[in-house]
């Protein structure tokens, strides 16, 4: 849900972009980078997700500004590349994106928030959740962190867009129903088919692109 800037007052514009920045600076900083330049399988597939992340992000539907839909990939990425390197290639995603359609930066942070932080960081708790409390399998990696974890970070999503929605834009819960909430279920599903069946078929054939994966311990013995 790609929210324009006409829907909120420019404090919160730009508090969220301080949030964000904040939150993006992190990442750049601690994000393992030589470890992953070092990972020529690693950066390929870096490099094809980028740009299937950027076509996905182009086929939204929406009927009224704000109000419309599109495969985020913030499970996949953080599977895959963890939280710091997640956040940052999706954020590239998200300037690319607004740099095409013309969309206002300073809803870089509102948006980058609400599509990028909350569902990477919701899933980085989600996954350390699963290694300390769930069998460690092939299976649950892929059936857990892949589709569910996927779908409930959908779910948060359209939980605190909703509420923020409520808050402080112009919208009525009828409204918000009618447009926004009626398609959470596709939007669910949807994400969470694309995600478990890439975090499935890369940890199957490459499993050393998934930094959160370990043979070792996901399938010797087992």
Not at 45 to 51: K, N, P, Q, S, V
Not at 115 to 125: E, G, H, K, Q, R
Not at 192 to 206: D, H, K, R, S, W
Request: net charge neutral.
């Amino acid at each position: 849900m790609n929210l324009p800037a006409q829907l909120f007052a420019n404090d919160w514009l730009w508090l969220a972009n301080f949030v964000f920045g904040f939150l993006l600076y992190r990442a750049v900083r601690e994000a393992s980078w030589r470890n992953l330049l070092d990972n020529s399988i690693m950066v390929h597939a870096l490099t094809g997700l980028l740009f299937g992340a950027f076509v996905f992000w182009q086929f939204n539907a929406g009927i009224r500004p704000g109000f419309n839909f599109h495969i985020l990939g913030s499970t996949l990425f953080l599977l895959m590349f963890g939280w710091q390197v997640a956040t940052v290639s999706i954020t590239l995603v998200m300037l690319a994106t607004w740099l095409r359609t013309d969309m206002a930066l300073v809803t870089l942070g509102i948006n980058g928030l609400l599509m990028i932080a909350i569902p990477v960081l919701f899933s980085d708790w989600l996954l350390r959740f699963s290694k300390r409390h769930l069998p460690k399998n092939l299976f649950l990696f892929v059936l857990w962190n892949g589709f569910f974890c996927s779908m409930l970070s959908i779910v948060l999503n359209v939980l605190v867009t909703t509420l923020l929605l409520l808050l402080l834009s112009r919208y009525s819960w009828e409204q918000i129903q009618h447009y926004y909430l009626v398609a959470t279920p596709i939007l669910m599903l949807t994400e969470g088919f694309v995600t478990g069946m890439l975090i499935t078929a890369f940890t199957v054939f490459q499993p050393q692109a998934v930094l959160n994966f370990s043979d070792a311990e996901y399938l010797e013995g087992k």
